[in-house]
């Protein structure tokens, strides 16, 4: 579909909103929700629905619950059908129109994707090496502290580099935030997290966590990153890491399109977490597929440089001039450190300049920042 729409499929563009964007414009009402069909693991005849307690169990609803308390029509959607009352529900009986069961919602194996893989790649283990040592070294990394980590490979690990170091210093986290995965879960068993806040189980084990820990909590993601409500979580994060698809030398950071300017993923909650997170940091090679991620200027912003502190990189380390904190901070660090001019320059070097997408005048697609102001537009691929 992704692909249809950056070749000019629809007549309007499609807007493209973070988590928290979305949910704010829901409860703005910028969005009008008529009916919402909503998958639940299992559900009562009144409407009580639960991503748990299941054949098919896909742990937290967060993004579900948002469109049931706004929705005009909700139909709960489900293959498990259980007694009443199914307590505690993630979506409650008084948000709920129909519920319908059907033989199969799905295969819960689909879950544990290859986003969440445990890398053995010496690069990406490299990058989490050295993004584990700039949060262990920065000031943010206290008794207390928050963070929260990404699903890629190189993400993974940094967690699981970060648990070794709060083992030796003998540190916990107050919480961990976000899509959830099993090295954050493995660390909440361990007493090393004190509470998770689960928005998106992203594999097996934060689906089956969820139903049985009371300090692994469900949230929607208003409460996750909505900047107009009264108080969203992300906004006491002290370190979040991220990737990118492509970063430029303003630290613009691009998640959603391809080398080829065609519309790839989404834009999730980076630039939500980005812009709360005290210490934001991104990780990504230097190359993928011999095309380089560092650029003059990304094929489409979604998450603005002034967010972006740290990059980095197998080569390396660069620091956002903004951040004259962190560039003192780090003077000493043993991590080779760059302006992220030289690392682009030295990608260069390597791979040469690829030649520049060639696009439309047609927009595809609209980019909203999470405020509801357009940050960037998507056009149409020649």
């Known amino acids: 579909m992704a692909e249809e729409i950056s070749n000019g499929l629809m ?7 973070s988590h928290g964007g979305r949910a704010r414009a829901i409860e703005a009402g910028d969005v009008k929700i008529d009916v919402a069909f909503l998958g639940a693991s299992s559900c009562d005849e009144y409407g009580n629905a639960s991503g748990s307690r299941g054949k098919a169990n896909c742990g937290s609803l967060g993004y579900s619950k948002i469109d049931a308390l706004y929705a005009d029509k909700v139909v709960i959607i489900t293959d498990c059908l259980v007694d009443f009352p199914n307590m505690p529900a993630s979506i409650l009986q008084h948000n709920v129109d ?7 919602i799905g295969d819960p194996a689909g879950i544990a994707s290859g986003a969440t893989r445990y890398t053995k790649n010496p690069k990406e283990l490299l990058i989490a090496e050295y993004c584990s040592k700039v949060i262990t070294e920065s000031e943010y990394f206290k008794e207390g502290f928050s963070f929260q980590t990404g699903t890629g490979g190189a993400s993974l690990a940094v967690s699981r580099f970060l648990r070794n170091e709060m083992l030796q210093r003998g540190i916990k986290a107050s919480f961990a935030l976000g899509g959830i995965t099993r090295p954050m879960v493995e660390m909440l068993e361990e007493g090393l997290i004190k509470n998770i806040f689960d928005v998106q189980g992203f594999d097996l084990t934060a689906v089956h966590s ?4 009371p300090m692994h909590h469900e949230i929607d993601s208003s409460f996750y990153a909505n900047p107009h409500n009264r108080g969203c979580i992300a906004n ?3 370190i979040v890491v991220l990737s990118a698809l492509e970063i430029d030398t303003d630290f613009n950071v691009n998640v959603i399109t391809g080398s080829d300017g065609v519309l790839r993923g989404a834009s999730g909650g980076h630039s939500d977490t980005a812009a709360c997170a005290k210490l934001t940091i991104i990780v990504t090679p230097t190359i993928r597929g011999r095309i380089p991620c560092i650029v003059d200027s990304v094929n489409t912003v979604i998450t603005p440089g002034e967010s972006v502190d ?10 956002n001039p903004r951040r004259k904190d962190l560039i003192e901070k780090f003077k000493d660090i043993n991590i080779p450190m760059f302006t992220i001019e030289q690392l682009k320059e030295k990608v ?3 791979v040469g300049v690829p030649e520049k997408v060639k696009y439309d005048d047609k927009v595809v697609a609209v980019v909203e920042y999470r405020d509801g102001s357009i940050i960037d537009v998507v056009r149409k691929v020649k």
Do not use: H, M, Q, W
């Open 11 to 17: 007549e309007e563009p499609v807007i493209i909103r």
């Open 98 to 104: 129909y519920v319908v069961k059907v033989d199969s």
């Open 210 to 213: 969820i139903d049985k820990n």
């Open 236 to 238: 006491k994060l002290d």
């Open 310 to 319: 740290v990059l980095v990189t197998e080569f390396g380390i660069a620091i």
């Open 348 to 350: 260069e070097s390597i």
